[in-house]
T-cell receptor, first 114, second 114 residues
Framework: GENVEQHPSTLSVQEGDSAVIKCTYS??????FPWYKQELGKRPQLIID?????GEKKDQRIAVTLNKTAKHFSLHITETQPEDSAVYFC?????????????FGQGTTLQVKP | KAGVTQTPRYLIKTRGQQVTLSCSPISGHRSVSWYQQTPGQGLQFLFE???????NKGNFPGRFSGRQFSNSRSEMNVSTLELGDSALYLCASSLVSGAHYEQYFGPGTRLTVT
């Protein structure tokens, strides 16, 4: 079945350090992988996404890598800041059936200590 | 452009009652997906509507239903409410239906069933 495993569930780093969150998906037909950031009491916000035809994508301090063979993808945040503290969700979907059903990981609570 | 809006933001209902939640997508977006967010189960896909048609459905009982109107606004209904239905219900809109299209979330409706 469709499943996305996300690790770690919690992550604490010092301001300025890097943070890495990893996800593994089960359905090899998955070809779109977004990441969402959810601050306490707020809506999930799309921060970056990657499609299966690329291996890496970067946007300022955030980057995502994809390894289709191993069926895993990762979020990298460099030079972390206290405002990066939030819950981060990875997700996966596929074009089969032409729908936008997202399968989410369980989330990672990132704490950036000043 | 205005973002995705959801009404009401908070709702308290009693077991056995029914509830209707509303979602207005970003202007021009034609696809609306619904998700249930709970601490224990994370973010789970309920269903997706595109051009007034349900495109996909998650693993939820038939008590959960939805519809979409010609202006792309969507509603979801939960009948015979159970305590376990207490959750944050999020809708997300997308330009069209399909895995490669970004989904943008609304603020959610917090449903409490007593």
């Amino acid at each position: 079945g469709e499943n996305v495993e996300q690790h770690p569930s919690t992550l604490s780093v010092q301001e300025g350090d890097s943070a890495v969150i990893k996800c593994t998906y089960s359905d090899s037909a998955s070809n779109y992988f977004p990441w969402y950031k959810q601050e306490l009491g707020k809506r999930p916000q799309l921060i970056i996404d990657i499609r299966s035809n690329v291996g890496e994508k970067k946007d300022q301090r955030i980057a995502v890598t994809l390894n289709k063979t191993a069926k895993h993808f990762s979020l990298h945040i460099t030079e972390t800041q206290p405002e990066d503290s939030a819950v981060y969700f990875c997700a996966a979907s596929k074009t089969t059936g032409n729908t936008g059903k997202l399968i989410f990981g369980q989330g990672t609570t990132l704490q950036v200590k000043p | 452009k205005a973002g995705v809006t959801q009404t009401p933001r908070y709702l308290i209902k009693t077991r056995g009652q029914q509830v209707t939640l509303s979602c207005s997508p970003i202007s021009g977006h034609r696809s609306v997906s619904w998700y249930q967010q709970t601490p224990g189960q994370g973010l789970q896909f309920l269903f997706e509507y595109f051009s007034e048609t349900q495109r996909n459905k998650g693993n939820f009982p038939g008590r959960f239903s939805g519809r979409q109107f010609s202006n792309s606004r969507s509603e979801m209904n939960v009948s015979t409410l159970e305590l376990g239905d207490s959750a944050l219900y999020l809708c997300a809109s997308s330009l069209v239906s399909g895995a490669h299209y970004e989904q943008y979330f609304g603020p959610g409706t917090r449903l409490t069933v007593t």
